[in-house]
């Protein structure tokens, strides 16, 4: 039996709560980038991720990514409802308990589907998202991280595409479930007419810096171990982030006449997501190198749904899919062999680009038909009216901003209920006394 | 009694308030207002993405004056709040037909 090491142990435990907090981060970044009156509900879609995906994946989720490989295409059920996931470590993560590193896995599959929701930012309904969350965990992710890390046909033990740390299973996959949804659903109300301009900029910047700051845990993490590899993916994801921030302003500050403070933390998350696949195989010059390509592409990038007329609303596919694309393939070009035993180089190269071909296909088409199933249940988008109102009112019944007295009462609460049977025992009371009088 | 009310770049607030209170005038008050005039609005970039934003910001001023005082407030505003460039804003000068003091009942030229 393979032995438990603790410090691989506390670091892994430390990661995966680094990556627990990128999605709260998230819900920031993205919160910020909406309008104001769909503020909580954008919030509440990526924070009830953490919810959902963490009972899905206890239940079946883990075990379809992770379970016993089935031809190369699917886990079996042997960890259902997480039995036999304890102390002892599994084959992927031989110096951890196995439950580490199925709470750190967990953490990818929650923050994945919330990347999404930017792309239907602004339209969805809250009870439609439940539903194609629910079913796109289950169909979408845990079949793709089967396939990269868990065994499967795309990843190293058989094709031989490497993705150190989720480019194709959380970006790309994430990335064209995005366009996915931005095609089905449609343009928001007078897209490309009115001015739809983030309302909380700070927001914007904040969750950009605590994306940054989680995903130390996502790539250094992702070495399972707490080792030279892990550290020299801790200075690849920070070198990438670093440049690609360069590589989106300066393109913007020439074609503007200024440098923006969303164009600088948008940067941030695409060197993120271009070095995710990266960053155990890189040294830190081709880092620099990676994530500057993203900065510079990205920041082109993001106004082809200009051009092609669909609404993207937060820049899902401009920034996860192109980033996560240009990411997988620079992979297979800077993969130096010094750093995790695999070089760059035109076979490589050709082995990323079948493993992105194959998520970007299986993922559209997946995602369309749960969506699909999803609007002939529920709905998937919201009444106009309640659009227009905003999603905070017409989906969760609350307001994220009350600047001012707005005049009302109570109609219904515990509170009310509470004085008004105090009210009815004093009355009680004052009949009581008028009668022994 | 005449009811001024100006519109002008908000920098130029606490100028104004000087001015206006060292020619002797001892209460005003302010609004943040935005609208448009001659000077249209400004351009915002996100993500590479232009936008027009047709409102400006700007600070309203309302202040009470008796007939020979105006004048002089006019005067002081005029000043102050000129940069000579557009967008310097407006002012209107509106007859009041009562005033009144709420804690004490007076009313007219007392109250101002």
Redesign the interface.
Known sequence: MPKIDTGDTAWMLASTALVMFMTPGLAFFYGGLVRAKNVLATVMQSFIALAVVSVVWSLIGYTLAFGPDRGMVIGGLKYWGLHGVGADPVALAPTIPATVFMAFQLMFAIITPALITGAFAERMKFSGWLVVLTLWSILVYSPLAHWVWGGGFLGTAHLGAIDFAGGTVVHINAGVAALACALYLGKRKGFGQQ?F??HNVPFVVLGAAILWFGWFGFNAGSAVASNGLAGSAFVATHLATAAAVLGWIIP?WI??G?A?T??AA?GAVAGLVAITPASGFVGPMAALAIGFAAGVVC??T??LK?RFRYDDSL?VVGVHMVGGIIGALLTGVFADAAINGFSGGWGQLGKQAVAVLVTLAYSFLVTWAILKVADKTVGLRVAEEEEVAGLDLSQHSEMGYTFSERGGHVVQSPVAEAAAIARDAASGERELEGASE | MKLVVAIIKPFKLDEVKEALRSIGVNGLTTTDVQGFGRQRGHTEVYRGAEYQVDFVPKVKIEVMAHDDQVDQVVDAILKTARTGKIGDGKIFVLPAEQVFRIRTGERGPDAI
């Open positions: 001015a301009v983030p913007e074609k503007h200024k923006t969303v164009g948008s920041f082109f993001v106004n200009l820049d």
